[in-house]
């Protein structure tokens, strides 16, 4: 474990995480709501570095980043841990698995262990990805570092939900990223997620407005987001917010975590969405999962 970054100490061994938007009080003994930082003696703990629970060799556009590096591959790792608990997580063995089992599994793997299987591998980029990177923020932001003095790209896959400071530490290092974004209001959002969608959208305006390579997906999911009117003010939301030019994943459901016996979005729905995202202006339009 490690010493977290960006956080602060008040009364009674008390720490504020600030890492993300909830900014959780935490008490002795105590984690935040991701699981992975741990108040011990009213120092924070940064409790899953360097413990990559997963890594692989992923084509780039797996990400999904279609506009960025095309037709490469990118080393890709994350450690346990997540800041929301989205109904439908597709990675929740391993996102929520802290909350669940107070353990924190991986391998102890340096940020220049990682540079150098990046390099082996002929990667140009190194993706942090399958579960949060906010959460292991420390971990991650070494790792871009190195990544850079090496020649290497660094794209984030995320939840969109960090602070305002993880991402003024993170754009030096940041080169191209994709934020989900699920839903249309904050209470369906909170509902869902346990996020807010106004701070996501805040956060990709902050991204792109600093010119680093941004993507959006978009998970069409039966019941929650499917509906034309609610299609419509999604991608309104993203439209008013990132332009005509910014690139859209539409990326059909499949049933897992606490909506595992929901069916899979009619293909008719995703055309839907896709007709309606041209409708409403966007220029660059992908379909996944289909």
């Not at 956080?7 to 900014?23: F, G, L, M």
């Not at 841990?81 to 802290?98: E, F, M, R």
């Not at 190195?146 to 794209?155: C, D, S, V």
Request: glycine fraction near 4%; charge should be neutral; proline fraction near 4%.
């Amino acid at each position: 474990m490690k010493e977290a970054l960006l956080y602060e100490k008040i009364d009674n061994k008390i720490v504020i995480c600030h890492v993300c938007e909830h900014h959780c009080k935490i008490k002795h003994n105590h984690v935040g709501i991701c699981g992975v930082r741990k108040n011990i003696e009213g120092t924070l703990y940064a409790l899953n570095y360097p413990l990559s629970v997963a890594s692989s060799i992923d084509p780039i556009e797996k990400k999904p980043i279609y506009h960025f590096l095309p037709h490469t591959s990118t080393y890709s790792f994350a450690t346990e841990g997540c800041n929301l608990d989205c109904s439908w997580c597709q990675n929740h063995d391993i996102a929520k698995s802290p909350i669940k089992t107070r353990k924190i599994r991986g391998i102890e793997l340096t940020p220049s262990e990682h540079i150098k299987k990046a390099l082996a591998y002929h990667c140009p980029s190194i993706s942090y990805t399958y579960t949060e990177p906010t959460i292991f923020l420390e971990y991650a932001l070494e790792t871009m570092k190195l990544a850079h003095q090496n020649k290497l790209k660094n794209i984030w896959v995320s939840n969109g939900f960090m602070s305002r400071e993880t991402l003024e530490l993170i754009i030096p290092y940041l080169d191209a990223i994709n934020v989900d974004y699920k839903v249309h209001n904050d209470e369906e959002y909170q509902k869902y997620t346990n996020g807010l969608g106004s701070i996501v959208l805040r956060n990709m305006k902050t991204i792109k407005d600093a010119h680093i390579h941004l993507e959006v997906t978009c998970l069409i999911i039966p019941g929650v987001n499917d509906r034309e009117e609610a299609l419509m003010k999604m991608l309104q939301d993203l439209f008013d917010y990132l332009g005509e030019d910014q690139v859209i994943h539409l990326s059909r459901f499949f049933g897992a975590y606490k909506m595992k016996n929901y069916l899979p979005t009619p293909k008719e729905t995703m055309y839907l969405a896709r007709d309606l995202a041209r409708d409403i202006g966007f220029k660059q339009i992908h379909l996944g999962n289909m």
